[in-house]
């Protein structure tokens, strides 16, 4: 599973709006941990690092270009619609219509619940993850912040790419620039 596109708009908290190209990629700013648990969310990786409904009553809308089992979904997912726990998904509509398709829609749940059996692809205050069969996404929380700026973290930037699975990276608003040939930073 690898999402290829992303954007978040929200009335006042988060607008983001990337698209992805290289294996490892860093949110930078103080909304990275909720892009981050947001982006869970939308592919049924619950458990999330901060409670969204705090910010904008929870109302957010995502689109992502996400490819899984060799298919490209494009998803909508409307969260808190017209009211606290009220979310939409649909995928891959129409050119120019509020037609979705809801074969695809189906297929892409199943396919996000089959995948959600555990949060092997979530770590806090780590990097330690193995090679393992799950294609899903890898999502950090509080790691870099908490290293020396002193360290050289090239060491273990080329030990996530070398897992052959995309990697979501959340770190502080004043995080210095990344130079990484596989990482690009984006702030949030």
């Known amino acids: ?6 954007r978040i708009t929200s009335a006042d ?6 698209a992805l190209t290289a294996p490892i990629c860093v949110l930078r700013g103080r909304y990275s941990d909720l892009s981050l648990d947001l982006m ?3 592919i049924g990786d619950y458990g999330v ?21 060799g298919k490209k979904y494009d998803v909508c997912y409307i969260r808190n619609a017209d009211f606290i726990g009220d979310d939409r998904i ?16 189906r297929e892409f749940l199943e396919i996000c619940d089959k995948r959600e059996e555990k949060t092997s692809n979530v770590l806090f205050n780590s990097v330690d993850i193995s090679p393992c069969g799950d294609d899903r996404p890898i ?21 996530l790419a070398s897992l052959d699975r995309q990697v979501f990276v959340s770190v502080c608003a004043g995080y210095p620039e990344i130079k ?7 702030d949030v």
């Open 90 to 105: 649909a995928v891959n509509f129409e050119s120019d219509s509020i037609h979705f398709s809801e074969d695809d829609t």
């Open 139 to 159: 999502f950090i929380y509080d790691y870099l912040d908490r290293l020396d700026e002193a360290i050289d973290i090239t060491p273990v930037l080329d030990r």
């Open 1 to 6: 599973m690898k999402i290829k596109h992303f």
């Open 180 to 186: 990484h040939e596989k990482t690009e930073m984006f």
């Open 13 to 18: 908290s988060v607008n983001l709006d990337i």
């Open 40 to 42: 869970r969310e939308l």
């Open 49 to 69: 690092q901060n409670e969204a409904d705090g910010f904008n009553d929870g109302r957010f809308v995502i689109h992502a270009d996400v490819e899984a089992n």
